[in-house]
C-alpha cells in the first residue's frame, strides 16, 4: 500500500544507537536551521517562477532574523548567566551556540549566492539591478529629484565623536556608516545615517521600454547624493551594516495587569542586546572598528555580506507588476454545502460536520460562521480564542458587532502570540470598548487552541456550534498555510469546548471530558495511551501503524514512546515539515519510522494523528485527530492546546484518505530525512506526484453538497476507495 513511500525513505547504513544514549536525539536549533536550508533550497527549484523562487529567498532570510532574535539570543543568554545544563541530545549551551552559529553563517554565505544567481537570472528576464556606477545622465537626474523629494527629509546623518555619543540603533536596524574628509581642514569625520524601515529598498527607474525593469538599491542612491547631506566633506569610505537583537520578551510571572506587562515588555523587546550583526563585506578599518565595538558583539556574530545586507528586503521584488514571473492566480473553493443553503452555516453543520481544507478552500466560511453569529437574533453567545489574526481582522470586527448587539461576547485574547502582542493588544481595547468579556488567559502558558463556540436558542432549547482548527484565525495565512477548520455540533464535543473556555477564563480544570484531550492535563497522556495500544496490536500480531502529520517534533518522552512502538513492530510515517528531532531509519532504535518534509508553494501547517487501531491503513476503525498543538515540550506542558477526534464517517475519510494520502504519496515537493538528519530529495517511485496541485484541482469530501451524490472526489491511489 505505501510501498514506495517505504522504500524511498529506507536508511540501512544507520549506525546503531542505543535506546538510552543521547545521540538518539538530534539538536533542536540546527534542526530548525535544515528547514531553512530546505526553504532556501527552494530557491534554486526550476519548477517556481523566477520572482517565486526569489520570495522563498526572502522567507528563508526573514526566518533566520528571527532565529537569531529568538533562539540564538535564547542561547546566548544561558552562556552569559553561566547555565551548563544540557540539552536532550547531550550538547551545552556553548557547544549549540558555536555549531548553531557556523551552521547558520554557512546558511547566510548560501543566501547570499543564491541571490547573485537570481540577480543574474532577473537581469535575463528583463528586470536589472542596476549599480550606482553604471546610471546614465538622465537616469542620474532622475534619481537627484528623487532623492531630494522622496528621501532627503526622511534622513537624519549622525556625526560620531567624544561630543556625539553612538546612536542607538533598534532591532533590524540597518544603516550607512560613513568616514569623511573635511574639504576645509582635513579633518576626519565617523558619522552614521540610520535608514527608516519605512523606505523601499528597491527603487524602480523610469524606463523608455515597458517590457524591461530598472532598479537601484537605496543606499546606492543615498552614496550618490550624500553631497546633499555633507556638503563640506568629501567621502572616504561607506558601508551598510544591519544589527539583530535580542527579542525574546521576559515576563514578571507575578505581575497583576498582563497587558500593562506586555506593553512595557515590548518598549524593552527594541532595546534588547545586539545578537547578530551584518555587514558589507567591503567594510573594514577603523570605521568598522567603531561599529563593532559600540555593538558590543564578538567577531564570531559578525557576518560579512558579500552581495546585499539585509536579504530579506527581496521581498520588495515580489510587488513587481510581472504576473508572467508569478504562481498562476488561484481561487479558493467555498463549500459547496455551505453556497447551496444560502451561506447558511449553522443549518450546514446540522445536516452533517465538514471540515474546510485552507487554502484550497476559502477562509471566508470560517468568518462567515462567526458573523452569522453576530447577526443572528437567535444566538445568544459567542466565545472565541484569538491567538493570531491580522490588523484588519474580519474575525474581531463580527466579534465586535456581535457584542454591540447586545450578545454575551468572551474574547479569550493572547497576549503572548510572539510579534503579533501589540495587534493582540489593540485588539483587546476594541473589544472591551464593545462590551466583550475579554480574558487574557494564563501567565505561566499561552493559549495556543484554536477553537470558536457559538450559542444559538432554538425552539425551547440551546443548540451550540463549534468550530475547531489547527491554524489561526488570520485570513491573510490561511491563503497560504495549509490548515483544516472543523465545523461541528455534535453535543459531547460543544460540551468539551464549553469547559475548556471556562478552564481559561476562570482556572477550572475539566474534570469529565468526554472527546476532547487538552494540553497541559490530558493531551500528553492520551497520545502515550494511543502509542501504547498500537504497540499492544504489534505484539498481537495485528496490523499496527501510526501517521502523523505536524509541524515539529522535539519533545523527548513522544520521540522514546514511537521509538519503543518501531521497535515492537508498528510502521510509522512522519511528515515534519520544520524541526525533527527523531531519527529515522536507525537499526534496534528506528528502523520502522520513516520522516519526510514537505515544502513547497503553500505552508504545511495543519496537525493529524491517525493511529490505525488494530487495521490495515485506510479503515472505518483507524482512530483519527486534529490538533492545534505540536509534539514539543511547550506544546504538551505550557500551552492549552487541543486535539479532536473525527469520527464522522465524511470528513473521517476526507482527513484519512484524502489529506494523508495526498502528502504521504507526495514525491515532488517532498524531503526525505536520514538519520543523520540531513535530508535528500526522492529519486524513485512516486516522486511526481505533487500533494499541492492534487488539493488545487480536486474538491474535498466533506464540504461537497448535492454532487457528492453524482460524483465523489478523488482520493489518491496510494490507498484504496471506500465504498
Given at each position: 500500500?505505501i510501498?514506495?513511500f517505504?522504500?524511498l525513505n ?10 538510552d544514549?543521547?545521540?538518539?536525539f ?13 526553504v532556501?533550497?527552494?530557491?534554486g ?5 523566477l520572482l517565486?523562487?526569489?520570495r522563498?529567498l526572502?522567507?528563508s ?11 540564538i ?22 557547544g549549540?551556540?558555536?555549531?548553531v552559529?557556523a551552521?547558520a ?14 540577480k ?16 546614465g ?8 529629484t ?6 532627503f527629509s526622511?534622513l ?7 561630543a556625539h ?8 536596524g ?5 568616514q ?6 582635513g ?14 529598498r528597491?527603487i ?9 525593469v530598472?532598479l ?8 550618490l ?25 521576559e ?5 497583576e ?16 542586546s ?13 570605521l ?8 558590543r ?16 528586503d ?25 453556497r447551496e443553503?444560502?451561506?447558511?452555516c ?5 445536516q ?10 476559502s ?10 453569529a ?9 466565545k ?5 489574526t ?21 474574547a479569550?485574547?493572547?497576549?503572548k ?5 501589540e495587534a ?8 472591551e470598548?464593545a462590551?466583550a468579556?475579554?480574558v ?14 457559538v ?6 432549547k ?13 485570513p491573510?495565512?490561511?491563503k497560504i498555510?495549509t ?9 459531547k ?29 490530558t493531551?500528553?497522556e492520551?497520545l ?11 505484539v ?12 515539529a ?7 522514546d ?10 510502521q510509522i510515517?512522519?511528515?515534519?515539515r520544520?524541526?525533527c ?8 532504535l ?5 520522516v519526510?518534509?514537505i515544502v ?13 487501531n ?17 509534539w ?17 464517517s465524511?470528513?473521517?475519510?476526507q482527513?484519512?484518505?484524502q489529506?494523508?494520502g495526498?502528502?504521504?504519496l507526495?514525491?515532488r ?12 530529495r526522492?529519486?524513485?517511485g ?6 499541492h496541485?492534487?488539493?488545487m484541482?480536486?474538491?474535498?469530501l ?16 496510494l ?5
Amino acid at each position: 500500500m505505501i510501498g514506495n513511500f517505504v522504500a524511498l525513505n529506507a536508511n540501512n547504513d544507520a549506525a546503531p544507537i542505543g535506546i538510552d544514549a543521547k545521540e538518539r536525539f538530534l539538536n533542536r536549533e540546527l534542526s530548525w536551521l535544515e528547514f531553512n536550508a530546505r526553504v532556501l533550497e527552494e530557491a534554486g527549484n526550476q519548477d517556481y517562477p523566477l520572482l517565486e523562487r526569489i520570495r522563498f529567498l526572502s522567507i528563508s532570510a526573514s526566518n533566520l532574523d528571527e532565529f537569531f532574535m529568538v533562539r540564538i539570543a535564547g542561547l546566548k543568554g544561558q552562556v552569559d548567566a553561566g547555565f551548563a545544563g544540557m540539552s536532550p541530545d547531550g550538547l551545552t549551551p556553548a557547544g549549540q551556540l558555536q555549531r548553531v552559529r557556523a551552521r547558520a553563517s554557512q546558511l547566510m554565505t548560501d543566501q547570499q549566492e543564491t541571490w547573485a544567481t537570481l540577480k543574474s537570472e532577473l537581469g535575463g528576464a528583463g528586470i536589472h539591478i542596476a549599480s550606482k556606477d553604471a546610471l546614465g545622465p538622465e537616469e542620474l537626474k532622475w534619481l537627484k529629484t528623487y532623492f531630494n523629494e522622496q528621501v532627503f527629509s526622511l534622513l537624519t546623518p549622525v556625526a560620531v565623536d567624544p561630543a556625539h555619543p553612538f546612536p542607538f540603533i533598534p532591532n533590524l536596524g540597518f544603516s550607512m556608516a560613513l568616514q569623511l574628509r573635511s574639504k576645509k581642514d582635513g579633518q576626519i569625520l565617523k558619522a552614521l545615517i540610520p535608514l527608516p524601515n519605512i523606505m523601499d529598498r528597491f527603487i524602480q527607474i523610469p524606463v523608455p521600454d515597458d517590457r524591461s525593469v530598472r532598479l537601484i538599491l537605496l543606499e546606492d542612491v543615498i552614496v550618490l547624493f550624500l553631497s546633499e547631506l555633507f556638503p563640506d566633506f568629501e567621502v572616504e569610505e561607506s558601508a551598510c551594516f544591519r544589527i539583530i537583537r535580542d527579542s525574546e520578551v521576559e515576563l514578571d510571572e507575578e505581575a497583576e495587569d498582563l497587558m500593562r506587562t506586555y506593553q512595557s515588555a515590548l518598549k524593552r523587546r527594541s532595546h534588547g542586546s545586539v545578537i547578530h550583526l551584518s555587514v558589507d563585506a567591503k567594510f573594514t578599518g577603523g570605521l568598522y572598528a567603531v561599529v563593532v565595538e559600540e555593538s558590543r558583539v564578538s567577531s564570531d556574530a559578525v557576518i560579512r555580506s558579500a552581495e546585499i545586507v539585509g536579504l530579506a528586503d527581496t521581498a520588495e521584488l515580489c510587488k513587481l507588476d510581472r504576473p508572467d514571473l508569478m504562481f498562476d492566480p488561484f481561487n479558493a473553493r467555498f463549500p459547496e454545502r455551505v453556497r447551496e443553503l444560502g451561506g447558511d452555516c449553522f443549518e450546514a453543520i446540522r445536516q452533517k460536520d465538514f471540515i474546510v481544507h485552507h487554502p484550497y478552500e476559502s477562509f471566508d466560511v470560517v468568518v462567515q460562521f462567526i458573523r452569522q453569529a453576530a447577526r443572528d437574533p437567535d444566538v445568544v453567545a459567542v466565545k472565541q480564542t484569538l491567538y493570531r489574526t491580522s490588523n484588519d481582522s474580519p474575525t474581531v470586527a463580527a466579534l465586535i458587532e456581535a457584542a454591540e448587539a447586545g450578545k454575551s461576547v468572551t474574547a479569550m485574547v493572547e497576549l503572548k502570540a510572539r510579534f503579533d502582542e501589540e495587534a493582540n493588544i489593540r485588539w483587546a481595547r476594541d473589544l472591551e470598548r464593545a462590551g466583550a468579556n475579554v480574558v487574557f488567559g494564563f501567565l505561566d502558558k499561552k493559549t495556543h487552541a484554536k477553537i470558536s463556540l457559538v450559542v444559538r436558542r432554538e425552539g425551547a432549547k440551546l443548540r451550540s456550534y463549534a468550530h475547531f482548527g489547527t491554524g489561526n484565525y488570520h485570513p491573510v495565512t490561511a491563503k497560504i498555510y495549509t490548515d483544516l477548520s472543523f465545523f461541528t455540533c455534535d453535543p459531547k464535543l460543544c460540551h468539551d469546548a464549553a469547559q475548556i473556555f471556562n478552564f481559561m477564563t476562570g482556572y477550572t480544570e475539566p474534570t469529565n471530558l468526554e472527546k476532547l484531550s487538552v494540553s497541559p492535563l490530558t493531551l500528553r497522556e492520551t497520545l502515550f495511551e494511543m502509542i501504547e495500544a498500537e504497540i499492544a496490536h504489534a505484539v498481537a500480531g495485528r496490523s499496527a501503524t501510526i501517521w502523523v502529520k505536524m509541524n515539529a517534533l522535539v519533545d523527548p518522552g513522544i520521540i522514546d514512546a514511537l521509538y519503543l512502538a518501531s521497535g515492537a513492530g508498528v510502521q510509522i510515517e512522519l511528515i515534519i515539515r520544520g524541526i525533527c528531532c527523531l531519527r529515522p531509519g536507525v537499526p534496534g532504535l528506528s528502523e520502522n519510522i520513516r520522516v519526510k518534509s514537505i515544502v513547497g508553494r503553500f505552508l504545511e501547517h495543519s496537525r493529524i494523528v491517525v493511529f490505525g487501531n488494530g487495521a490495515e491503513l485506510p479503515s472505518h476503525s483507524a482512530k483519527v485527530f486534529i490538533s492545534s498543538a505540536d509534539w514539543m515540550p511547550r506544546n504538551l506542558n505550557w500551552r492549552v492546546e487541543v486535539m479532536v477526534p473525527i469520527e464522522n464517517s465524511t470528513v473521517h475519510q476526507q482527513v484519512l484518505e484524502q489529506v494523508m494520502g495526498a502528502v504521504l504519496l507526495d514525491g515532488r515537493r517532498s524531503w526525505i530525512m536520514n538519520a543523520d538528519g540531513t535530508y535528500s530529495r526522492p529519486t524513485r517511485g512516486n516522486g511526481d506526484f505533487n500533494a499541492h496541485e492534487f488539493f488545487m484541482t480536486n474538491p474535498s469530501l466533506s464540504g461537497r453538497g448535492s454532487a457528492l451524490e453524482h460524483h465523489r472526489p478523488a482520493t489518491p491511489h496510494l490507498v484504496s476507495d471506500r465504498s
